[in-house]
């Protein structure tokens, strides 16, 4: 897995290292957005993040028979945190995603959440590879929020699953 918090643009949402929760006899290589950047330029209108799309990917899975391999995604914290001397906090749930071109699997859309991973893709069954793609949006600002780096961790969950 990709891991990075470097944050270049103005709101900044970096990929925290997540564990396979797959068995120890089971495994893939996974591929995930190292980051997403949204530059935003008027807080009273939704930013899309860029890169866009971001691709999410899977391959050489070798899943137990009949298996199905699904990707979440969850906030590690409430709000993204904010840059140096405060300001209002942009709630996590404030980034959602839309997919399309899923190739093995359906895609699902979503939003950020703290307390509960969300769906992003799952496989078809006894999968070798697949893919999604994930078009980021941020919903228009509280008031408050001050220029600078925000940024927001999230941990990616890989399972799996009986379809």
């Known amino acids: 897995m990709k891991h990075t918090t470097l944050c270049t643009l103005a709101i900044c949402l970096s990929v925290c290292a997540g564990f396979a929760r797959l068995a120890t006899a089971e495994s893939v290589d996974i591929s995930v957005p190292s980051s997403v950047g949204f530059y935003v330029t008027d807080v009273t209108v939704p930013t899309t993040g860029s890169p866009n799309p971001t691709a999410v990917s899977f391959s050489n899975a070798s899943l137990d028979l009949g298996k199905s391999l699904r990707i979440s995604i969850k906030a590690d914290a409430t ?85």
């Open 79 to 163: 709000d993204f945190a904010t840059p140096s001397g405060g300001g209002t906090a942009i709630p996590a749930a404030y980034v959602s995603w839309t997919t399309s071109g899923a190739v093995g699997g359906t895609g699902f859309n979503g939003s950020l959440n703290f307390l509960n991973y969300t769906d992003v893709f799952q496989s078809v069954a006894n999968p070798l590879s697949g893919t999604v793609d994930m078009s980021w949006r941020l919903t228009p600002l509280p008031a408050g929020i001050r220029a600078g780096n925000h940024t927001l961790s999230i941990t990616w969950k890989l399972e799996s699953i009986n379809p």
